[in-house]
């Protein structure tokens, strides 16, 4: 079963430390958040030197802040820090307007953006040319220098219809965050696996919080705390929705190890691919309530 964890730390150190005990464990990837270290890249580059297995990802870049020939060439540059082929997954999405509209982007046309995007990062990262002249980016390129010309997989953040089609069509899939098992049967798989008729089946990387927690109340009031700000984000109210729910708090996977287990497993049965488990900490014993959710999902990332 592929698990990753949420990757990070407070300095380069525990950035390191982090990813060689997550590869000792058995998780299959570390997918790290944009801000980590100020640059995600920095952070990965570091932890593949002082690895030799374990995959990374981003979750996610943002779109609007690099141009994708940029993107791609930094991307390009980590796989070659890190020296082996295949350890590497971009995750890239535009973001949101109360994000990308303070720092100077209007953000009026995220999917055409988006689509045009991805169309040219994924050609550069698979090792092709572009030449490219549309509405949002004119780019003649070449690709950057891929160790044993392996391509770099793209995966788009994506939860809506177009973006959905986008990450089928153009990327090796989607990593998606507030998306449950309901959602992602009846909306995410299917969209997207029509979208990549004719091409490889495409990644669903399922990115959920969760904790094993005897009161179940209890962690999806923490949940709904500590994750409040995806619940007034229109992309993110609208993936709740298709999962029959209104909150973060009520997507997150909670309750005991039999029943985060029953969760996890339905997250696959419904279509994912990949769990991506953002572990959180509940009640008043916080190592201990760390350590408890680590053994399970240690226990089900070598099933």
Same mark, same amino acid.
């Given at each position: 079963?592929?698990?990753?964890?949420?990757?990070?730390?407070?300095?380069?150190?525990?950035?390191?430390?982090?990813?060689?005990?997550?590869?000792?464990?058995?998780?299959? +990837?570390?997918?790290?958040?944009?801000?980590?270290?100020?640059?995600?890249?920095?952070?990965?580059?570091?932890?593949? %030197?002082? @690895?030799? +297995?374990?995959?990374?990802?981003?979750?996610v870049?943002?779109?609007?802040?690099?141009?994708?020939?940029?993107? $791609?060439?930094?991307? #390009?540059s980590?796989a070659?820090?890190?020296?082996?082929?295949?350890?590497? @997954?971009l995750?890239?999405?535009?973001?949101?307007?109360?994000?990308?509209?303070?720092?100077?982007?209007?953000?009026d046309?995220?999917?055409?953006?988006?689509?045009e995007?991805?169309?040219?990062l994924?050609?550069?990262?698979?090792?092709?040319?572009?030449?490219?002249?549309?509405?949002e980016? +004119?780019?003649?390129?070449?690709?950057? +220098?891929?160790?044993?010309?392996?391509?770099?997989?793209?995966?788009?953040?994506?939860?809506?219809? %177009?973006?959905?089609?986008?990450a089928?069509?153009?990327?090796?899939?989607?990593?998606?965050?507030? $998306?449950?098992?309901?959602?992602?049967?009846?909306?995410?798989?299917?969209?997207?696996?029509?979208?990549?008729?004719?091409?490889?089946?495409?990644?669903?990387?399922?990115?959920?919080?969760?904790a094993?927690?005897?009161?179940?109340?209890?962690?999806?009031?923490?949940?709904?705390?500590?994750?409040?700000?995806?619940?007034?984000?229109?992309?993110?109210q %609208?993936?709740?929705?298709? =999962?029959?729910? @209104?909150?973060?708090?009520?997507?997150?996977?909670? =309750?005991?190890e039999?029943?985060? #287990?029953?969760?996890?497993?339905?997250?696959f049965? $419904?279509?994912?691919?990949?769990?991506?488990?953002?572990p959180m900490?509940?009640?008043?014993?916080?190592?201990?309530?760390?350590?408890?959710?680590?053994?399970?999902?240690?226990e089900?990332?070598?099933?």
């Amino acid at each position: 079963m592929r698990i990753g964890l949420t990757g990070g730390g407070r300095d380069t150190e525990a950035v390191i430390r982090q990813a060689q005990q997550a590869e000792a464990d058995g998780f299959s +990837t570390l997918w790290y958040p944009g801000a980590v270290l100020g640059d995600p890249l920095v952070a990965i580059a570091l932890a593949g %030197r002082a @690895t030799s +297995t374990i995959e990374f990802g981003t979750a996610v870049v943002q779109s609007y802040t690099c141009h994708p020939a940029l993107q $791609a060439n930094r991307f #390009a540059s980590v796989a070659a820090a890190i020296g082996t082929s295949g350890r590497l @997954t971009l995750g890239v999405g535009p973001s949101h307007a109360p994000a990308m509209q303070p720092i100077g982007f209007d953000y009026d046309t995220p999917g055409r953006h988006t689509d045009e995007y991805v169309q040219i990062l994924a050609a550069l990262l698979r090792g092709e040319s572009v030449d490219v002249s549309g509405d949002e980016f +004119t780019v003649t390129a070449g690709p950057p +220098t891929l160790i044993d010309g392996e391509p770099i997989p793209v995966l788009v953040s994506a939860l809506g219809p %177009r973006l959905l089609r986008v990450a089928g069509q153009y990327g090796a899939g989607t990593i998606l965050w507030m $998306a449950n098992a309901k959602a992602i049967e009846d909306h995410v798989a299917p969209r997207i696996t029509t979208a990549a008729t004719g091409r490889p089946a495409p990644r669903i990387v399922a990115g959920l919080p969760v904790a094993v927690h005897d009161d179940v109340a209890e962690a999806r009031e923490t949940a709904a705390r500590e994750f409040v700000v995806y619940g007034t984000l229109p992309n993110y109210q %609208r993936i709740l929705a298709h =999962g029959g729910i @209104t909150s973060p708090g009520d997507a997150a996977i909670v =309750g005991d190890e039999a029943s985060v #287990a029953e969760q996890i497993n339905a997250l696959f049965d $419904a279509g994912a691919t990949d769990f991506w488990a953002a572990p959180m900490v509940v009640g008043d014993d916080r190592s201990g309530s760390r350590a408890r959710t680590r053994a399970l999902l240690q226990e089900l990332a070598a099933s």
